[in-house]
């Protein structure tokens, strides 16, 4: 299984991201999946994650500005974010989990998030 994250880059404060997370296989085999992140100096975290019943999860700091969604017949994952950070700066990572509700199984390559103030 490959996982392929893109749509990183510079924005300004309260810009708007998209990334992707393209799937090798169909991603209807995924129970679970899911973005993280990590800033400099800092633990990866969870930002995001979804289910393959559409459960969605999201850490308090992004709440209410990011959106995670799934489309099984693209097999991608998506991260819409709104209303960018500097916080948010960060290398942000999807994750996917054949059967855990945690997406921790297999790992893309990390997406570089920048946010200027």
């Known amino acids: 299984v490959q996982l392929q994250a893109s749509g990183g880059g510079l924005v300004q404060a309260r810009e708007s991201l998209r990334l992707s997370c393209a799937a090798s296989e169909t991603i209807f085999r995924f129970n679970s999946m899911g973005w993280y992140r990590q800033a400099p100096g800092k633990q990866r975290e969870l930002v995001a994650a979804?289910?393959?019943?559409?459960?969605?999860l999201y850490a308090d700091s992004v709440k209410g500005r990011f959106t995670i969604s799934r489309d099984n017949a693209r097999n991608t994952m998506y991260l819409q974010m709104n209303s960018l950070k500097p916080e948010d700066t960060a290398v942000y990572y999807c994750?996917?989990?054949?059967?855990?509700?945690?997406?921790?199984?297999?790992w893309g390559q990390g997406t570089q998030v920048t946010v200027s103030s």
């Open positions: 979804i289910t393959k019943g559409l459960g969605t």
């Open positions: 994750a996917a989990a054949m059967t855990d509700n945690v997406p921790s199984e297999y």
